[in-house]
């Protein structure tokens, strides 16, 4: 990221940069006794490693610019041994300047650090996120109520007349255009908190105090290429489901409607399928796009990169965040929905039983409310994992953590500290 001094920018160290102990020790780390000295390297590591026992990198996880992990596991904690035989020493927990460690981070640390920027910077996340949230409410609110009334719910199509399926169609066009605008709006509040809070998450890894209006200084150059990035993605996945649904709708249309509904279910199904493929390899896009002021096909691509390998786990990891969000939502819609029935009990029993074509206002500005409640309090975990999973996947390939320990002022960081080794008991 070269938004904070010292952050490397992508691209600006090659893959075959040798790793770290290789540079500092080119002749090897110092030996630790004469056990030591004749212990043979395994045949699977060059000379320039270190001796059996020293060092490990985890089975099927390769480090980071090929550099050796000082006896960490996957989970970034030191095994129970060496796999050689002999005792480590404890190996010193990795700094923590901010509200991650830098190192490999698991699905905790990733959604503990998103809680922990909210409740370290509250004041600074909750504001942008509530002016944001209420100015899209509002909008969303007045839209609904004011131009599209009835377009929270779907028309019943009657077939007894050409009328009254004309009239249906019509209906259908106006609930999906409403639903399309307020979707839009939604979408740009979305565009903006993203990008506001994906700052104050970067500060936040560094220990940085932040401010609203550090904030967007850092984010407004990039906010127009973020919209049209947010802007390309959708259109590419619902190019991607209409496209696979288009040989059913054809089917349907030359009067085949049995096998054309078939195929077109077959259709939405697999485009789905691939809209959400899509969806996890772009989904570290917005991120790359704010932190490392890229381009918006420069973003996607360094998107891919990022992703490539590790699709099941980011897949999971946003399906919790997800998850999440969604609970809190409906936590939040519950109580303001039983105000909304005993204060408008008629309207609302009305439009959910299909016998009011409108809703009133104090039905929409409740509902609002509830929405103004839970984007304020979601925006934030949203933002959060989403830009942490980002650097996790930097720190696992490309030795971010190295260079957030410099932007950090963690001058010694990236001297490797080699565990002590006892002599195993066929050296004794």
């Not at 000379?47 to 596991?73: D, E, H, I, N």
């Not at 942008?128 to 409410?137: D, G, N, R, T």
């Not at 953590?401 to 960081?413: K, R």
Request: neutral net charge.
């Amino acid at each position: 990221m070269n938004n904070s001094p010292g952050w490397a920018s992508p691209g600006s160290a090659p893959a075959d940069e040798p790793d770290r102990g290789a540079r500092e020790h080119p002749d090897g780390p110092p030996p630790d006794g004469p056990a030591a000295e004749e212990a043979p390297a395994p045949p699977q590591w060059s000379k320039q490693q270190p001796p059996a026992g020293t060092w490990s990198t985890p089975a099927g996880v390769p480090g980071p610019r090929g550099r050796a992990t000082a006896g960490l596991g996957t989970d970034g904690r030191a095994p129970a041994g060496p796999p050689w035989g002999g005792n480590w020493s404890p190996v010193p927990p990795a700094a923590k300047p901010g509200v991650i460690p830098l190192r490999p981070l698991g699905v905790g640390e990733i959604l503990d650090g998103a809680l922990s920027t909210l409740r370290l910077h509250w004041r600074t996340v909750l504001g942008i996120s509530l002016v944001i949230a209420v100015v899209a409410q509002v909008a969303i609110t007045l839209v609904t109520g004011l131009w599209f009334p009835d377009t929270g719910r779907a028309p019943v199509l009657e077939i007894d007349s050409t009328e009254a399926v004309t009239k249906a169609f019509r209906e259908l066009g106006r609930a999906v255009l409403g639903n399309g605008i307020t979707a839009l709006i939604g979408l740009l509040a979305t565009i903006l908190a993203t990008g506001l809070l994906t700052m104050i998450v970067s500060r936040s890894v560094l220990g940085r105090p932040v401010t609203a209006g550090e904030a967007w200084r850092d984010a407004r150059s990039q906010l127009p290429r973020l919209c049209g990035l947010l802007f390309l993605l959708m259109l590419l996945l619902t190019a991607v489901i209409l496209v696979a649904a288009v040989p059913g709708g054809i089917l349907v249309a030359v009067g085949s409607a049995p096998a054309g509904f078939a195929l077109a279910s077959l259709g939405l199904l697999a485009g789905s399928a691939a809209a959400i493929w899509l969806w996890v390899r772009f989904c570290l896009a917005p991120p790359a796009l704010m932190l490392e002021k890229q381009g918006v096909i420069a973003s996607m691509r360094r998107s891919a990169k990022l992703v490539r390998g590790s699709w099941w786990r980011i897949l999971g990891i946003q399906l919790l965040m997800y998850l999440l969000v969604g609970v809190v939502e409906f936590i939040v819609q519950i109580p303001l929905t039983l105000i909304a029935f005993i204060i408008d009990g008629d309207n609302l029993m009305g439009w959910l039983n299909g016998t009011a074509t409108t809703t009133g206002w104090t039905f929409l500005t409740l509902l609002g409310l509830g929405a103004v409640i839970g984007s304020t309090l979601t925006f934030p975990l949203s933002a959060g994992v989403t830009a942490l999973l980002y650097m996790d996947q930097r720190i696992r390939r490309e030795s971010l953590d190295i260079e957030l320990a410099h932007a950090a002022g963690l001058t010694d960081y990236d001297t490797p500290t080699v565990p002590a080794q006892s002599p195993s008991p066929t050296e004794n």
